[in-house]
């Protein structure tokens, strides 16, 4: 039988939800939707592995989309990513514009591996001119997955709540023994101080909702260079 290939405006609409106003339906979702849903999700998952299968040294970079090219954080991110690239690393990002754009501008300027994963957005979000290899993904969930499966290290430049998410699930994972402990880098003490202060006070300190130990889990830093010196040395790890 021969197989016909969907092109991915009919893989969309199969995988769309009916309406909630659906008066077929005895629930919000028939099960033959969320079935077809369940197998878009397990196709992401295992092309997103397919393809970071083949990198190595990774380290996975974070921060604003709309970070403009003259700001000084912007620039900080090139240097730092030079820096990782011209020791060998592969340079990891959400593949859009602001600080994604410049982690993969330094690594694409000295020649190294400049990774993209890219999120499918209705205002579609551009893959930057300084990707050399592309992957887009319709969930978050399956792209944040890709983002923080083999790291040897993380780095968090000033952004908004997508970057706050990243990087508390990365400190959590750490936390819970669900990944190895791995360099956790902020990049901006003028950004980062005044949320690690709220963690030591109001959750160390006053709540008492982590660990002492806990605020060890990352670090601040505010140059490429201090960065560079806790990325260097980090040990490659396989997924998880």
Same mark, same amino acid.
């Given at each position: 039988?021969?197989?016909?290939? &969907?092109?991915?405006?009919?893989?969309?609409? #199969? *995988?769309? #939800?009916?309406?909630?106003?659906?008066?077929?339906?005895?629930?919000?979702?028939?099960? @033959?939707? =969320?079935?077809?849903?369940? #197998?878009? =999700?397990?196709?992401?998952?295992?092309?997103?592995? +397919?393809?970071?299968?083949?990198?190595?040294?990774?380290?996975?970079?974070?921060?604003?989309?709309?970070?403009?090219? %003259?700001?000084?954080?912007?620039?900080?991110?090139?240097?730092? %990513?030079?820096?990782?690239?011209? @020791?060998?690393?592969?340079?990891?990002?959400?593949?859009?514009?602001? =600080?994604?754009?410049? @982690?993969?501008?330094?690594?694409?300027?000295?020649?190294?591996?400049?990774?993209?994963?890219?999120?499918?957005?209705?205002?579609? +979000?551009?893959?930057?001119?300084?990707?050399?290899?592309?992957?887009? #993904?319709?969930?978050?969930?399956?792209?944040?997955?890709?983002?923080?499966?083999?790291?040897?290290?993380?780095?968090? *430049?000033?952004?908004?709540?997508?970057?706050?998410?990243?990087?508390?699930?990365?400190?959590?994972?750490?936390?819970?023994?669900?990944?190895?402990?791995?360099?956790?880098? *902020?990049?901006? &003490?003028?950004?980062?101080?005044?949320?690690?202060?709220?963690?030591?006070?109001?959750?160390?300190?006053?709540?008492?909702?982590?660990?002492?130990?806990?605020?060890?889990?990352? &670090?601040?830093?505010?140059?490429?260079?201090? @960065?560079?010196?806790?990325?260097?040395?980090?040990?490659?790890?396989?997924?998880?």
């Amino acid at each position: 039988m021969k197989q016909h290939d &969907h092109s991915q405006d009919e893989i969309d609409e #199969f *995988c769309r #939800f009916p309406s909630h106003t659906d008066e077929d339906s005895s629930k919000p979702y028939r099960m @033959a939707d =969320i079935t077809w849903r369940i #197998f878009r =999700i397990m196709a992401e998952f295992v092309e997103g592995f +397919q393809f970071l299968s083949t990198t190595r040294r990774e380290v996975s970079v974070f921060g604003s989309a709309r970070m403009p090219d %003259t700001e000084h954080w912007y620039q900080e991110t090139v240097r730092l %990513t030079k820096m990782l690239g011209e @020791a060998g690393f592969t340079v990891i990002t959400g593949g859009g514009p602001g =600080i994604m754009e410049a @982690a993969n501008k330094g690594a694409y300027e000295v020649g190294a591996p400049s990774l993209g994963l890219n999120i499918m957005l209705p205002s579609e +979000q551009r893959v930057n001119a300084y990707v050399t290899n592309s992957k887009s #993904f319709h969930y978050f969930f399956t792209r944040k997955v890709m983002l923080t499966a083999s790291g040897q290290a993380y780095v968090f *430049c000033p952004g908004g709540f997508g970057t706050m998410d990243e990087l508390f699930e990365i400190i959590t994972l750490i936390q819970t023994g669900k990944m190895q402990p791995v360099p956790v880098v *902020c990049l901006g &003490h003028e950004y980062w101080d005044g949320l690690v202060d709220w963690i030591k006070e109001t959750m160390r300190d006053q709540m008492q909702t982590i660990s002492p130990d806990d605020v060890n889990l990352f &670090h601040v830093v505010d140059t490429a260079e201090e @960065a560079f010196e806790l990325i260097k040395d980090s040990k490659e790890r396989s997924f998880f």
